[in-house]
């Protein structure tokens, strides 16, 4: 089982980002999928997570109005809009699943992918 983040990259304050995170050896239609993030000398963040249907999509206050969740299960692939993008945003984004759970917020992720770098400069 593996998760694959992307899409991370260098962008200027206020432009946006798509993350990606897809998977192998499982199909994420049956489970919620979250995304984190981890800023230099910081503790990892939630900041999103969406349902195994793309019902229910929650985000951490820091980043509600600005970054969409979304996913399409036909490709096994969440997504991650980040709009109006801000230097405090820079961290590496990780998407992360469960052995168990379809629905957000979820009690114990299992899964990490490896991460993508997000730089915002001011």
């Known amino acids: 089982v593996q998760l694959q983040a992307s899409g991370g990259g260098l962008v200027q304050a206020g432009g946006s980002l798509t993350l990606s995170c897809s998977a192998s050896?499982?199909?994420?239609?049956?489970?919620?999928i979250g995304w984190f993030r981890q800023a230099p000398g910081e503790e990892r963040e939630g900041v999103s997570c969406?349902?195994?249907?793309?019902?229910?999509?929650v985000y951490a206050d820091s980043v509600k109005g600005r970054f969409t969740i979304s996913r399409d299960n036909a490709k096994n692939t969440v997504y991650l809009q980040m709009n109006s993008l801000k230097p405090e945003d820079t961290a590496v984004y990780y998407c992360?699943?469960?052995?168990?759970?379809?629905?957000?917020?979820?009690?114990?992720?299992?899964?990490w992918g490896q991460g993508t770098l997000v730089t915002v400069s001011s």
């Open positions: 969406i349902s195994s249907s793309g019902g229910k999509r």
């Open positions: 992360a699943a469960p052995i168990y759970g379809f629905t957000c917020p979820v009690l114990e992720y299992d899964y």
């Open positions: 050896g499982f199909t994420l239609d049956h489970y919620a």
